[in-house]
């Protein structure tokens, strides 16, 4: 059996090795719609894959992609428990991110991060996705709603007293408001485009319409 040490840098790298994976990517080119990268803002998640017109192709994409940061944490804590887990899962979004075969330019890692925290501790999941769904709803803006559910992940797993889940979520939510510091800049500035806005409004206000 591993120890401790020895188990925490096999799940770190498992994690990052699954959050690697580009499935934006490889999905989009499978469908013959090219590469996802010289597109909109040039990220491989489900929002830019949406620039494609394929909803069932950035669908997957979440799935996915939200599919490889809970495997990793699941396999991971069934090997060598549940601290291995959130280390796995932690490492599969930083993987998404940075990817070594995209030259470390991937993804914001939102969905990936839900993926890990609704099998790490599904009420945190759920509590994140909740308020996802809420900002979105009320103020139409996808990186607001990704923010203010990073944002939450680790006061909810805080409150719930998971002290290891709210760590990983807390490092999770640095390390999502450092992806999305562009997004930042535009929603201070008024220039970030909203949910269903049309593609005039969104050429003007954010060439790159960049979302998490």
């Not at 096999?10 to 989009?28: D, E, K, N, R």
């Not at 601290?83 to 939102?110: C, M, S, T």
């Not at 390390?175 to 970030?192: A, D, M, P, S, W």
């Amino acid at each position: 059996m591993a120890s401790v040490d020895t188990a925490i840098v096999y799940a770190a790298l498992i994690g990052f090795g699954l959050g690697s994976v580009p499935f934006g990517l490889v999905l989009t080119r499978l469908a013959g719609l090219g590469d996802i990268r010289k597109i909109g803002s040039g990220n491989i998640g489900a929002t830019n894959v949406l620039r494609t017109g394929n909803k069932f192709l950035a669908f997957l994409t979440v799935v996915c992609d939200s599919g490889k940061g809970a495997a990793a944490a699941v396999l991971s804590a069934y090997l060598w428990g549940a601290d291995a887990g959130l280390v796995a899962g932690f490492a599969a979004v930083v993987g998404h991110n940075f990817p070594v075969w995209l030259k470390f330019k991937g993804g914001k890692g939102f969905a990936t991060t839900l993926g890990v925290l609704l099998v790490s501790a599904w009420p945190v999941g759920v509590a994140a996705c909740a308020v996802w769904l809420v900002v979105a709803g009320t103020f139409r803006f996808s990186s607001l709603a990704a923010l203010a559910s990073l944002a939450a992940s680790p006061a909810v797993a805080y409150w719930m007293k998971l002290e290891h889940v709210a760590i990983m979520a807390a490092a999770l939510a640095v390390l999502g408001f450092v992806r999305h510091h562009q997004n930042i800049t535009r929603l201070l500035r008024g220039e970030e485009s909203r949910i269903g806005a049309k593609k005039s409004e969104k050429s003007e206000k954010d060439p790159e319409g960049e979302a998490p």
